[in-house]
Nanobody
Framework: QVQLVESGGGLVQPGGSLRLSCTVS???????MAWYRQAPGKQRELVAR???????SYLDSVKGRFTISRHNVKGAVYLQMDSLKPEDTAVYYC????????WGQGTQVTVSS
């Protein structure tokens, strides 16, 4: 069973930055990967996607602020988040796309002054 471990979250002021990391116990070669988030009282949503050839796509509200990347050999996926806003506050998860693996514990991102 693939295990996902997210890290890098924390408390940051509006306008700040965070870099999230996700390690995958299995291979990610040939697999579309994505970052998702779930805010309190809301459904989980896909934030950023990266294909096997490195093409990326983003939720409209994070375009130009977030950057997803991957390291196939390390089995890792990253999310660089800049110009953070309070509405980015959520638990962030990584998974394949579409999400078929068991979810990890996620990492909490809180944007607040």
């Amino acid at each position: 069973q693939v295990q996902l471990v997210e890290s890098g979250g924390g408390l940051v002021q509006p306008g700040g930055s965070l870099r999230l990391s996700c390690t995958v116990s299995g291979t990610i070669f040939g697999i579309y990967m994505a970052w998702y988030r779930q805010a309190p009282g809301k459904q989980r949503e896909l934030v950023a996607r990266i294909t096997t050839d490195g093409s990326t796509s983003y939720l409209d509200s994070v375009k130009g602020r977030f950057t997803i990347s991957r390291h196939n050999v390390k089995g890792a996926v990253y999310l660089q988040m800049d110009s953070l806003k309070p509405e980015d506050t959520a638990v962030y998860y990584c998974n394949n796309d579409p999400s078929t693996w068991y979810w990890g514990q996620g990492t909490q991102v809180t944007v607040s002054s």
